[in-house]
């Protein structure tokens, strides 16, 4: 089945600073999607970005499908960014195959 | 705006023990999902569910697992005897088109089993 891999594994950024965070799968996907998990453990939507490029205030995606990846930007970061953040992706089933996860913490 | 709903929110339970994981799913959304994520790891896909029916599940999802839709709003997961290893967070999602779009996750239902 499709592979979907991110990275890096682990990220410490100071406040302020900019990062990209990327995700690879191993196949063709119908559908992607970005999540971020909060301290809580909830899974927050971020982008559903199958192609193209996507907006939304300091946050922004990119996926470039035939090339089989994605990238998350994240400028500016805030402490409040810190978490886990998942990419996922479907080869066209119903389920979503997610990432491994790359763990950011944001320092003040 | 509409959002995926999960009760409990924690639960603890004795091995051998089963539970039930509750689910309101967004109104106008046909398709229904289980995922669990075991602390420390990714998310892994249980269980989708459409038109009261199994539509896909994983390995993972073996017979001491069910699903049910009762009514019209709740979607529910039945754990018929619980494992040590079933300690996990049980999140459950819907979406409009069975992942052709943006699927909603439900806060999670942290289940540890002693």
């Known amino acids: 089945g499709i592979q979907v891999e991110q990275s890096p594994p682990d990220l410490i950024l100071q406040e302020g600073a900019n990062s990209t965070l990327r995700c690879n799968f191993s196949?063709?996907?119908?559908?992607l999607q970005w999540f971020h998990q909060n301290p809580w453990g909830q899974l927050i939507n971020l982008f559903y970005i199958p192609s193209g490029t996507k907006q939304n205030g300091r946050l922004s995606a990119t996926t470039v499908a035939t090339e089989r990846y994605s990238l998350l930007y994240i400028s500016s970061s805030q402490t409040t960014d810190s978490g886990v953040y998942f990419c996922?992706?479907?080869?066209?089933?119903?389920?979503?195959?997610f990432g491994t996860g790359t763990r950011l913490k944001v320092l003040a | 705006e509409p959002e995926v709903t999960q009760t409990p929110s924690h639960q603890v339970t004795q091995m051998g023990q089963e539970v039930i994981l509750r689910c309101v799913p967004i109104?106008?959304?046909?398709?229904f999902y289980w995922y669990r994520q075991i602390l420390g790891q990714k998310v892994e896909f249980l269980v989708s569910?459409?038109?009261?029916?199994?539509?896909?599940k994983s390995e993972i999802f073996d017979d001491q697992f069910s699903v049910e839709r009762p009514d019209g709003s709740n979607f529910t997961l039945k754990i018929r005897s619980t494992k040590l290893e079933d300690s996990a967070m049980y999140f459950c999602?819907?979406?409009?088109?069975?992942?052709?779009?943006?699927?909603?996750f439900g806060p999670g239902t942290r289940l540890l089993v002693l």
């Open positions: 996922a992706a479907t080869p066209g089933t119903y389920k979503y195959i």
């Open positions: 999602a819907s979406d409009v088109q069975g992942a052709g779009e943006t699927q909603y």
């Open positions: 196949d063709s996907v119908n559908n």
């Open positions: 569910f459409y038109n009261n029916e199994i539509s896909e």
């Open positions: 109104s106008n959304h046909l398709y």
